[in-house]
């Protein structure tokens, strides 16, 4: 079946860099594309970027983290990561992976992983 | 920077019929912005109940149905049951400039 499993929670001070990831299983990899969307305390979803495997292997990033936010994978294992830097308190959130399959069904989510950032 | 808007929160009593909307500043939400609709309960990562307007997972109850309705997004419950009180996302696309925008969610309480 399929399933995409999240790394553990973090807690990291301002200014530290995080990074996380999703190990995808249960299809081909590379024939879907994966979103990272993240969700701050008491707040609603806020899409942070994807990386695109149909077509020419795309990535992007929503405006706001431009700079800030990167999106790497390892396809001999499946895993996709996520990686922010410069980290605030404001980036204190959930962050979840999805998948989507063209047309934008995001079929699939990952558990879920809490950054903390703290001092 | 485009907007999108939810009711923030709606009440519905059980075996009632509920419709949740799902706005664009940037205009008339269509199709080609193949809005996707989650459920959330607490504690609990988000599910897709329906995808590009109107398609509905094998997962989501047969109460539930999406559409486009006066320029927005819409998501119907026909017949609401206890356990469908859950907190509800859109997510919209924009093309390849703003790529997805999310909803501030509505919390929908079942009373």
């Known amino acids: 079946q399929v399933q995409l499993v999240q790394s553990g929670a973090e807690l990291k001070k301002p200014g530290a860099s995080v990074k996380v990831s999703c190990k995808a299983s249960g299809y081909t990899f590379t024939n879907y594309n994966i979103h990272w969307v993240r969700q701050a305390p008491g707040q609603g979803l806020e899409w942070v970027g994807v990386?695109?495997?149909?077509?020419?292997?795309?990535?992007a990033y929503a405006q706001r983290f431009q700079g800030r936010v990167t999106v790497t994978r390892d396809t001999s294992t499946s895993t996709v990561y996520l990686e922010v830097s410069s980290l605030r308190a404001e980036d204190t959130a959930i962050y979840y992976c999805?998948?989507?399959?063209?047309?934008?069904?995001?079929?699939?989510w990952g558990q879920g992983t809490l950054v903390t950032v703290s001092s | 920077q485009t907007v999108v808007t939810q009711e923030p929160s709606l009440t519905v009593s059980p075996g009632g019929t509920v419709t949740l909307t799902c706005a664009s500043s940037?205009?008339?939400?269509?199709?080609?912005?193949?809005p996707n609709w989650f459920q959330q309960k607490p504690g609990q990562a988000p599910r897709t109940l329906i995808y590009?307007?109107?398609k509905k997972h094998s997962w989501a109850p047969a109460r539930f149905s999406g559409s486009l309705l006066g320029g927005k997004a819409a998501l119907t419950l026909s017949g609401v049951q206890p356990e469908d009180e859950a907190e509800y996302h859109c997510?919209?696309?924009f093309g390849r400039g703003l790529h997805w925008v999310s909803g501030g969610g509505t919390k929908l309480t079942v009373l």
């Open positions: 997510l919209l696309y």
């Open positions: 999805a998948r989507d399959s063209p047309g934008g069904d995001f079929d699939y």
């Open positions: 990386m695109e495997y149909t077509g020419d292997s795309y990535i």
């Open positions: 940037s205009g008339v939400v269509t199709s080609g912005n193949f």
């Open positions: 590009g307007t109107t």
